[in-house]
Each structure stands twice: as C-alpha cells, then as structure tokens.
C-alpha cells in the first residue's frame, strides 16, 4: 500500500467524523433549535428570542468542520433579544461585561444578579425551557460553566447549548455576542469570524485544510504535554502558520513544517483573530519547552517518514506515521 493511499485511509477511518453521523447530528441540532422558537413563542412570560432567522447561531469546532471523532459534543448558541438593555461593550477585559435592563423589560429584568442581568439565571431560564419539550422531559440537562449540557440517550453525542446576546451595530456596521463566563457576567464573542477565516484561508490553500486540523488536532491529542496547549489556540496557530508559509505540496508536507513553526511559536503569543480574547497561549514557561520538544521530536519523525516517501520505502514510512498518532 502506497503512504498516500495509507495515510487518507487512516484519516477516514479514524479522525473524520463519518458524514452520516455528522448529517444526523445537523437534523437534530436543527430540531433542538426549531422546538426552542416553537416553546419560546408560546408564552407571553418567556424571552424573547432575537429573530426569526437569526434567533439560532452555531458555533464550535463542529460548525467549523474541525471536530475530530468521537463526535460527542455539538455547540449551539440561543440568542435573546437584549430588549434595550445596555452594557460596558468598551471594556478592556473581555470576559467581563455587565449588562443593564430596562425596567421596560420585566422578563429580563426579573433575572437581574449583584451585577446587572445574570448568565446564571438566564441559563437556568434557559434549562427550565428545554424541560419543557417533551422529547427532552427525561433529557440529562446540567448546567456547566457557560452551557447547558444535554444529554439524550438518543444520540451519541450531547449538546452544549449556550445562551447569548446579540449586540447592536457599531459605526462600521459591526456586531458580536456576549455569552455567560461561567461566573455570572458575561464575554464577547463572534463564532461568525472564526468560520469565516477557515473559509477565506481555504480558498488560498491548495490542501483540504480543515482535515489537516484535524489531524492536528489528533496529534494533540495522542500525546499528553501537547494536550496543555487549548485546541482552539492550536487551530489558530494553523492559520498564524499559513500566513508565513503559505506553500505546500500536500498535507504530509505540511503537517511536517507546522510542526516546526509550532516549536518556536508556542513560545510566545498566540493572538485571537477575532480581536476580542487577546493571547490565547496560558501556558507557563515549563510546559510551553515541553511541547516545543514535542514538536521538535515530531517534526523529525515526519521529516524522515516524508523522506521515505520519497524514496519510495513506504513501509517505513508509515511506521513514523503511526508513532505521529500514537499508535
């Protein structure tokens, strides 16, 4: 067997999250979110949802087509009309807006915290909702942090359902979302230009770049001190990585030189493309020269393993590409 023919295989059967339980996974997310309008719309005393058509936002690494198998978890984000509430949108921390409700909006205003509408308690709003659909009266709903985690026994993923804000245009014309932090308040944030950057970045690259997150990804995930660095931050270091290397023969060849790049990069900042997080790399000194040893290590083994290839020694070859996965 050819290590082109070795390697794709080992993509479909191990990394790519089958395009049938994928497609399943949409119906019901597009289900979960059809019930949330109809049950949403039947009571006066419920919130009111955005919009018709923009009520439901996905977000996370499923919507951007870089999730790795198992499929476990699929994000979604449901999103409130803030009524005329007002918030400190201009802060420098992110992670820390406070929102301000109208006494014109009683719905709201009755889940007021210490600090201005609570992400708790409209996640709980939000959990007491989803009790409602019949379908999910014997769901696993449990609050976590920013999401609601719903379980069925159905799927063999669950669901993390996050409630949000839309925020109103700017002078340019812009707008974001503010999601709970997990502590009360609530955080900017835009999974719009996070999809968008993927499909910009793909159309300049001559390989299938989504899959080579993924395998990335998979790496990450195979061998523990790379697992420290946050996979949202790795799949940003991708794009950081393009923009210096922008070429590539296929995704062997790639993965080889990223990994390179990786080791001098998790050394310093890894900044948030949408301008709204700041650093994304928290990982102290010690563990950042763990992973650049990785790294290192690995650049060589898929250096040589590509050399092979090119010497058409295939069994050796995929011998290093299974020690990459962890096999």
Known sequence: MSVDSWFKNYVSENINIDSKKSARAKTSRNWLTSNIKDLSQKNEENLELYSDSEFALKMGSFARKTQIRPLDDVDQMIIFSAKGSTANLDTSQWNQVFVNVPDSAPELKKMDGENGLSSIKVLNYLKQLLNGISQYQSADIKRSQQALRLELSSYDWGFDIVPGFRTVDDEQGYYYYIIPNGNGTWEKTDPRIDRQN?????????????????????????????CKLNSYALETTVLDFIDTN??????????????????????????????????????????????????????????????????????????????????
């Open 198 to 226: 993927l499909t910009e970045y793909q159309k300049e690259t001559p390989i299938d770049l989504r899959e080579v997150v993924r395998i990335i990804k998979y790496w990450r995930k195979a061998h523990n001190a790379v």
């Open 246 to 327: 922008p070429i590539y023969s296929n995704s062997r060849e790639f993965i080889e030189n990223f990994l390179l790049y990786l080791s001098k990069a998790v050394l310093g900042s890894v900044q948030d493309r949408k301008g709204i997080q700041g650093d994304l790399n928290s990982l102290d000194y010690i563990d950042r020269l763990e992973i650049q040893e990785k790294a290192i290590y690995y650049h060589d083994m898929i250096k040589e393993a590509n050399n092979y290839e090119s010497e058409s020694m295939s069994e050796q070859a995929i011998k290093s590409w299974t020690n990459f996965f962890g096999d």
